[in-house]
Each structure stands twice: as C-alpha cells, then as structure tokens.
C-alpha cells in the first residue's frame, strides 16, 4: 500500500503541502493547469526552489487577479461539482470545507451554510485543498498518516481582528490531534487549510513500521534564521501486515431513552462524522433491555464525537479503546438505470479482484420516481455495476 506520512516539524499549509507533493513527483503541469479545470481563470501558478534552514525546498505560490473577498461554502462546492474531479476527490474536498465552515460557524455562533469563508473562501486556498486532494490521488496515495504539529506562537491578524496563535477555528480543526507549541518567535505556522486537510485526510500518528520511497521538502512563506521553515513529506509503502488502521472505538449503554430520540441521536453522530455507528440489544442490570451504542471512529474526532454521545444520549459514562481496522479500497462509480442516477460502491479484495454494490438509498430513490418494484430496479441495477467493473 502505498502511503504519504506528512512531518509537520514546522506547521503546515496547504502550500507547503503541495511544494512537499512536487519534490516528491507530482507533476508541475498538472498543478499549473488545475485553475483553469476548477473555472478559476487568469490565475498563474509559480513553482521555484528555494533554501530554508539550508534545505533546498520547492515553493508555490499563486498569482491571483481581483476576486470576490471569500466565498460561502455552497459556491465553493459549484465550483468543485463543475471540475470533473473524481468522486472521492470532491467528498473529501467537500469534507474539508464542511470542516472549516462548522469550526468557524461554532467560533461565531452561526450554522456552517451562513458562515461567509474569508481567508479559506479565497482562490488560493480552494486550489490548495483541492490541489492536495487530487495530487494525492495523482501520486497514487491510499492513505496519509500525520505527527504532532507545531503550532507556532504569538498573535497574527485576520479578518476578525487580533487572534492568538493557533487561531480559534484551526485550533478547533486539530482538535484530537497531537500538537505542540513553538518554537519561539515563530508566529503563526498553521492556517486553517493545513489544519482542515489534516483532519480530513489523516488517518492517525505515523505507523511504527515502513519502507520510505521518496522524501521532499515543501516551503513556507516564512524564512527563519538558523531554522527550516518546511514541511517534510515521506512517500512510502506499507506491507501486507501493516496495513491495518488504528482507531477508536467508543461504547455507551443505554436504558432509560425513547427508541425514537436515540434514533435520532445515531443519525446526528454519523452526520458529525463516525465512521461506523452500530446499535446492539442488550440486557442491563435487574433485568432490563437496553441498547448497546458502539462508534467507530478516527482518533482525530475521538473527543469530539464522545461529547456529541454523552451530549445527545442519556449515558453517563462511555467506555474508549484503541482498535485496528483493515479497510477495502474503495471508490463511487455512476451510471443511469431508467434515466436516473445510481451510485455503486467498488471495492477492491486482497486479491486483485473487484466487487460493486449499487447504494441502497439510489435503487429505492429511482423505484419510487418510476413506479417500477424495487427488486427490479436492483436488479438493472447490480448488472449495470458489473458492467463498470469491465471497463
């Protein structure tokens, strides 16, 4: 398997991300053309190498004409629909942004669809989310892994005025994520982009065991005396047995809530972002029934989705433990049946071999708006499915 283990020993940015990506063999010209595919036109991609701490480092920076100052986050999901991205290249995007806009909207007191996204909103911070999302699929990346970041110190200057050093939206962003602070004198060293990527794509601390096949460097803005200001980038390879993902597992039990409100609460946590949420009859003290609640999710979101259980269920108490998963690659075909939209689920097994599943939700969205029965629009269904796995 191959992976991408980010070292954010000096913070992280969404350009430092992408210079890392090219010193590693991401291609210049499909970087430079990538405005012109999301319908962001005249804007001029540079790519140097420059020296930081005495390491040679590649830059990007983007040459951006007058444009609207930010952006709400139903434009920026047009603009990511409009660009031909493969699927999971505009969920994880759309995650990313659904990130920032919740942890701004959380800072501000409003719903993440009114949050009006400044700095992140801006055009090169959409071709930086989307530029590292897509590389990464470019550079034929399965998985990243991510180490604790500096934070850096002191003040910096948004929109909002004055803020402390992490700001409170990337600090919300890191959230569940090892961080340190400093160095010194170091100012701001995380942007809200860097920290939405990381909460979007990583997949946890580094695995202790690996075999590095390319390193590279990715410069920051900022140039420190005696110290490299960069982002370490390590592609490596995986072997069959360490291919297994840690996670969190968290488990509540519950006697004492309406069947319908602890339905409600599992939807909200599967919204917020459990990987897996799973609801188990049990029998509890003196005989009563009750239900087991187990969620399965990213060590990143971990505190985030306990308060959000102990929040939206009656629980007192939930029980935490470190688990490991192993994951089929997957990936979202499409194709129509009866002149509607069905989504597939493909994944790919030990051995090569692929299998699809046409989405539950699709197959009865189309049987309602056709009249057909249900078994028959499966049916077309999971052949139109094995079709694709033809191609």
């Known amino acids: 398997m191959r992976i991408a283990i980010l070292d954010p020993f000096s913070g992280i940015a969404g350009d430092m991300t992408l210079g890392a990506m090219l010193d590693v063999g991401l291609d210049p010209e499909w970087l430079r053309a990538l405005p012109g595919v999301l319908g962001l036109e005249n804007v001029g991609v540079?790519?140097?190498?420059?020296?930081r701490g005495e390491i040679v480092c590649r830059k990007v920076d983007f040459e951006i004409p007058p444009q609207p100052h930010g952006r709400h986050i139903r434009e920026i999901?047009?603009?990511?629909?409009?660009?031909?991205?493969?699927?999971?290249?505009?969920?994880?995007?759309d995650r990313a942004f659904t990130a920032i806009a919740t942890a701004e909207g959380a800072i501000h007191g409003m719903s993440p669809d009114e949050v009006h996204l400044h700095e992140v909103g801006a055009v090169d911070a959409i071709l930086d989310v989307v530029g590292v999302i897509w590389g990464l699929e470019q550079l034929g990346v399965e998985r990243v892994y991510c180490g604790a970041i500096a934070l850096g110190d002191g003040t910096v200057r948004a929109a909002h005025g004055i803020l402390p050093v992490p700001a409170p939206a990337t600090l919300k962003l890191l959230e569940g994520h090892p961080v340190r602070p400093g160095p010194d004198g170091s100012?701001?060293?995380v942007t809200p982009t860097g920290a939405a990527l990381v909460r979007t794509l990583s997949a946890g601390p580094p695995p202790t065991e690996y075999t590095p096949v390319k390193s590279g460097f990715g410069a920051g803005t900022k140039d420190f005396v005696g110290r490299a200001n960069a982002l370490r980038l390590v592609l490596a390879e995986l072997s069959e047995s360490a291919v297994h993902e840690a996670l969190v597992e968290l488990v509540c039990d519950i006697d004492d809530m309406p069947?319908?409100?602890?339905?409600?609460?599992?939807?909200?946590?599967?919204?917020?972002?459990?990987?897996?949420?799973v609801s188990i009859a049990t029998t509890m003290k003196r005989g009563r029934q009750g239900t087991r609640v187990e969620l399965l999710v990213r060590p990143a979101d971990a505190a985030r989705l306990e308060a959000l259980l102990l929040t939206e269920t009656s629980t007192i108490g939930v029980r935490r433990r470190v688990v490991s998963r192993r994951a089929l690659e997957r990936e979202l075909v499409r194709f129509r049946v009866a002149g509607h939209e069905i989504s597939a689920k493909v994944v790919r097994l030990p051995n090569g071999q692929r299998r699809a599943k046409p989405e539950l939700a699709d197959v009865e969205r189309v049987a309602l708006a056709t009249g057909r029965p249900l078994q028959d629009i499966s049916r077309l269904a999971?052949?139109?499915a094995e079709r694709c796995l033809e191609r």
Do not use: N
């Open 187 to 189: 100012g701001e060293l």
């Open 46 to 51: 540079q790519i140097r190498e420059v020296i």
């Open 259 to 277: 069947a319908e409100h602890l339905a409600y609460a599992t939807d909200r946590l599967r919204i917020a972002g459990a990987l897996d949420v």
């Open 382 to 384: 999971a052949m139109e």
């Open 77 to 93: 999901r047009q603009l990511v629909t409009q660009s031909g991205a493969p699927p999971r290249v505009r969920e994880l995007a």
